[in-house]
């Protein structure tokens, strides 16, 4: 019977790489000097930190612009709010969201179960969801169908298997 596994993972040496070149494009632009303007990557957060909002706003289009470089797919980013800093600064944190959780896969699984598709099912396995189904056709209409529809977060299809 073909399966094949749906996750949603985030490969943190890219996003490593992306935090580093954006870090090294803000020191070198003259629009970030002397802003205090930074960011620091620690575990799957991301702490962002100038001086006047306008600026925090720029330094987080830096960042994305890298991420999308990198295919890091921003709805994997999930934005705190901007908080205000000592001497007029602000600072805001970004989040990696990273795995499916269960009210995500149960949404997901009612769509695949609305789709009608004849054979096809699926169950929640930790944060992955697999789905099985009797015909090779169908299953890749199943991803398809849930490449066209957005769960606000970043969807990979793996071990498709016959």
């Given at each position: 019977m073909?399966?094949?596994d749906?996750?949603?993972?985030?490969?943190?040496?890219e996003?490593?790489n992306?935090?580093?070149q954006a870090?090294?494009?803000?020191?070198t632009?003259?629009?970030f000097?002397?802003t205090?303007?930074?960011?620091e990557l620690?575990g799957?957060?991301?702490?962002?930190?100038?001086?006047?909002?306008?600026?925090?706003?720029?330094?987080t289009?830096?960042?994305e612009?890298k991420?999308?470089k990198?295919?890091i797919?921003?709805?994997?980013?999930?934005r705190?709010?901007?908080?205000e800093?000592?001497k007029?600064s602000?600072r805001?944190?970004?989040?990696?969201?990273a795995g499916?959780s269960?009210?995500?896969a149960?949404?997901i699984?009612?769509?695949i179960?609305?789709?009608n598709?004849?054979?096809?099912?699926s169950?929640t396995?930790g944060?992955q969801l697999?789905v099985s189904?009797k015909k090779?056709?169908?299953?890749?209409a199943?991803i398809?169908?849930?490449k066209d529809?957005?769960?606000g977060?970043?969807?990979?299809?793996?071990?498709?298997?016959?």
């Open positions: 073909p399966t094949f749906v996750v949603s993972q985030v490969n943190m040496q996003v490593r992306a935090v580093d870090s090294r494009e803000v020191a632009r003259f629009d000097k002397d205090g303007s930074s960011i620690s799957n957060d991301m702490k962002l930190a100038s001086s006047t909002e306008d600026r925090l706003r720029a330094l289009q830096v960042l612009e991420l999308v990198r295919s797919s921003l709805k994997a980013l999930d705190g709010k901007v908080e800093g000592t007029g602000v805001q944190t970004i989040t990696l969201k499916i269960s009210d995500e149960k949404k699984n009612v769509f179960k609305n789709l598709l004849k054979g096809v099912s169950q396995q944060d697999r189904g090779k056709d169908d299953l890749q199943a398809a169908a849930l529809e957005d769960f977060l970043p969807l990979q299809f793996e071990n498709f298997r016959d």
